[in-house]
């Protein structure tokens, strides 16, 4: 499966091996990986609690992994997400991808975080000293979707 | 017609209620005249809804837009901007 949603942890590791496997084609392996950390906007950050929208966000995922193996020329990609309670420094998300070389292999590792941040049904709840409050989705990260987006006049 | 509703993360907690089944009448026939329905019941459905406000929509678990059409038997899910990763 190209994308998992999941509770527990994932071993970066693992995953990678499992998927480069006997396939001696593969030149690069591109990987990100998403962490909880303990502040944001200045605050101290102790739990993290991760929702989504079972369902959809698996199409959602597939659907990017889809297009970014229609624009780069890559060969598997594969998304992890966790979802429920995390705490700071632990993993969060997942995402390697194989190809023959690592210019198209990066690209389409970047397409897939930058898609996946706008696009797939995850919210954050962070606990802070405060109390807790719901993460507010950044302007950063639309601009920096939107840099994938094709001109306008090919829209169809 | 029958149409399933969904309310997601902060949504959920302002509107009190992770969704439910509604019964609308078939002039409710785009997502933008779903939103305008739900406001009408005033207080939090109003604030948390209203126009200007950062929201999502997703019907049949496709990402929507107001114009697009609300059909018997859909599941219409709305929800804050997503922040995973």
Known sequence: MPVRIQTKDFDAGAEIAALRRDN????????????????????????????????????????????????????????????????????????????????????????????????????????????????????????????????????? | MKVKVLYLASLREQLGKPGEDLEVSPATSTVAGLRTLLMARGGAWQTALAQGKALRVAVNQEMAQPTTAVKPGDEIAFFPPVTGG
Not at chain 1, 63 to 78: F, G, H, Q, T, Y
Not at chain 1, 113 to 130: N, S
Not at chain 1, 141 to 151: F, G, S, V
């Open chain 1, 24 to 156: 001696p084609k593969v030149g690069a392996v591109a990987s990100f990986i998403g962490l909880c950390r303990d502040a944001n906007d200045g605050t101290a950050v102790t739990k993290m609690t991760l929702e989504h929208y079972p369902g959809m966000t698996e199409k959602a995922l597939e659907k990017i992994v889809s297009e970014a193996k229609r624009r780069w020329d890559v060969m598997e990609v594969l998304i992890v997400h966790r979802v429920g309670e995390l705490k700071p420094a632990d993993q969060i998300v997942l995402v390697v991808v194989t190809g023959a070389h690592r210019g198209e292999a990066f690209a389409a590792c970047e397409f897939v975080m930058d898609y996946l941040k706008t696009r797939a049904p995850f919210w954050k709840k962070e606990e802070t000293p405060q109390g807790a409050r719901w993460v507010e989705a950044r302007a950063s990260d639309d601009e920096a979707a939107q840099r994938w987006e094709p001109p306008k006049s090919s829209a169809a």
